[in-house]
T-cell receptor, first 109, second 114 residues
Framework: KNEVEQSPQNLTAQEGEFITINCSYS?????LHWLQQHPGGGIVSLFM???GKKKHGRLIATINIQEKHSSLHITASHPRDSAVYIC???????????FGQGTRLTINP | NAGVTQTPKFRVLKTGQSMTLLCAQD?????MYWYRQDPGMGLRLIHY???????AKGEVPDGYNVSRLKKQNFLLGLESAAPSQTSVYFC?????????????FGEGSRLTVL
């Protein structure tokens, strides 16, 4: 079983829909990252969380440490949000990031 | 601002050939990482460095060597390429470590070993 599981693996939605991508992990962590990988391949850091919630523009990330779960929400989705979204967790006590397999999001106009 | 720059972007090698991937960052970051990305798998750490002159093994170090002679550069070498090393390679950097904030990634280097 992977230490980090993302769901869904693929998600297709219409422009304007509210999007939720989930990340569950099975180990103790110090922090969790959400990353965006563009169709061209480049990877951009979106958030780093250790508790609670963070918001940047239309993106919201939440984490529940007790339940070992994080969600990435996109409000008023747009075709330019189409990308692969990757969750990565920092294993507690180790300088090691473990990455999920990613969620491929496609927003149709 | 350049950020993290990887060269080359694409390379095709024959089995047994050697090559070096260069990662350069202009943000004065202490930590640098080399990852590989394969279909259906998450990014996996090959080697990392916590400062000039230091390197350490990651999750999948076999078949690779690294050097960090200058703070801004992190080199990944393949001494004798194998088809299993066909992958997309990403370099990343961070100011103080993966737990302190943002990671900065290069655009990736696609390597094919025939």
């Amino acid at each position: 079983k992977n230490e980090v599981e993302q769901s869904p693996q693929n998600l297709t939605a219409q422009e304007g829909e509210f999007i939720t991508i989930n990340c569950s992990y099975s180990v103790g962590i110090s922090a969790l990252h959400w990353l965006q990988q563009h169709p061209g391949g480049g990877i951009v850091s979106l958030f780093m969380l250790s508790s609670g919630k963070k918001k940047h523009g239309r993106l919201i990330a939440t984490i529940n440490i007790q339940e070992k779960h994080s969600s990435l929400h996109i409000t008023a989705s747009h075709p330019r949000d189409s990308a692969v979204y990757i969750c990565a967790v920092l294993i507690q006590g180790a300088q090691k990031l473990v990455f999920g397999q990613g969620t491929r999001l496609t927003i149709n106009p | 601002n350049a950020g993290v720059t990887q060269t080359p972007k694409f390379r095709v090698l024959k089995t047994g050939q050697s090559m070096t991937l260069l990662c350069a960052q202009d943000m004065n970051h202490e930590y640098m990482y080399w990852y590989r990305q394969d279909p259906g798998m998450g990014l996996r750490l090959i080697h990392y460095s916590v400062g000039e002159g230091t390197t350490a093994k990651g999750e999948v170090p076999d078949g690779y060597n690294v050097s960090r002679l200058k703070k801004q550069n992190f080199l990944l070498g393949l001494e004798s390429a194998a088809p299993s090393q066909t992958s997309v390679y990403f370099c990343a950097s961070s100011p103080d470590g993966p737990y302190t904030g943002e990671l900065f990634f290069g655009e990736g280097s696609r390597l094919t070993v025939l």
